[in-house]
T-cell receptor, first 113, second 113 residues
Framework: EAGVTQFPSHSVIEKGQTVTLRCDPI?????LYWYRRVMGKEIKFLLH????????ESGMPNNRFLAERTGGTYSTLKVQPAELEDSGVYFC???????????FGSGTRLTVV | GNSVTQMEGPVTLSEEAFLTINCTYTATGYPSLFWYVQYPGEGLQLLLKATKADDKGSNKGFEATYRKETTSFHLEKGSVQVSDSAVYFCALRADSGYSTLTFGKGTMLLVSP
């Protein structure tokens, strides 16, 4: 089966601009997660979708971040406006119904300059 | 709150050397523990896991034992290979029913021929 796909793989934007990251989960996986790794720090949970609903968004840092999952398929994570501290690697993961079965994507490296 | 502490990297070893990457955690109850690995240019992959005290997870020659008395889950391998060069992340999942993961900062392993 195809894995979790994220794009772009890299994005460099200026402070104040908008960026949208996309994640395509494994087909049939209802659970979709976003995580972020800021340089040199821990990978931190952002939010969790079950189908199109936000199950847990307690990790979203502020209202400049907006995540959507239209129709319970792919998900987007929009940062608007981007700040320097938003730089990092954004990981997406999906699972069918068992957290042990997390599959991560390769991540999107976001650099805000 | 929950937290995971890993030894700082990079860890630099010669091929066939013995590897230990220390991981300790703080959590209430009985969390599940994981090691993930990220090879260059790839996503996070589950390396091994343990779900209760004294369990030993193992995969690809790597092992880790869940030690509740010392709140540790150290990763070991008897003889590393160049292909083991990667970033290793220790993580926990709380037993509260949520499926999100709490990660450590990651430890880079560099193995030279």
């Amino acid at each position: 089966e195809a894995g979790v796909t994220q794009f772009p793989s890299h994005s460099v934007i200026e402070k104040g601009q908008t960026v949208t990251l996309r994640c395509d989960p494994i087909s049939g996986h209802d659970n979709l997660y976003w995580y972020r790794r800021v340089m040199g720090k821990e990978i931190k949970f952002l939010l969790h979708f079950v189908k199109e609903s936000k199950q847990d968004e307690s990790g979203m840092p502020n209202n400049r971040f907006l995540a959507e999952r239209t129709g319970g398929t792919y998900s987007t994570l929009k940062v608007q406006p981007a700040e320097l501290e938003d730089s990092g690697v954004y990981f997406c993961a999906s699972s069918r119904d068992d957290y042990y079965g997390y599959t991560f994507g390769s991540g999107t490296r976001l650099t805000v300059v | 709150g929950n937290s995971v502490t890993q030894m700082e990297g990079p860890v630099t070893l010669s091929e066939e050397a013995f590897l230990t990457i220390n991981c300790t955690y703080t959590a209430t109850g009985y969390p599940s523990l994981f090691w993930y690995v990220q090879y260059p240019g790839e996503g996070l992959q589950l390396l091994l896991k343990a779900t209760k005290a004294d369990d030993k997870g193992s995969n690809k020659g790597f092992e880790a034992t869940y030690r509740k008395e010392t709140t540790s889950f150290h990763l070991e391998k008897g003889s590393v290979q160049v292909s083991d060069s990667a970033v290793y992340f220790c993580a926990l999942r709380a037993d509260s029913g949520y499926s999100t993961l709490t990660f450590g900062k990651g430890t880079m392993l560099l193995v030279s021929p």
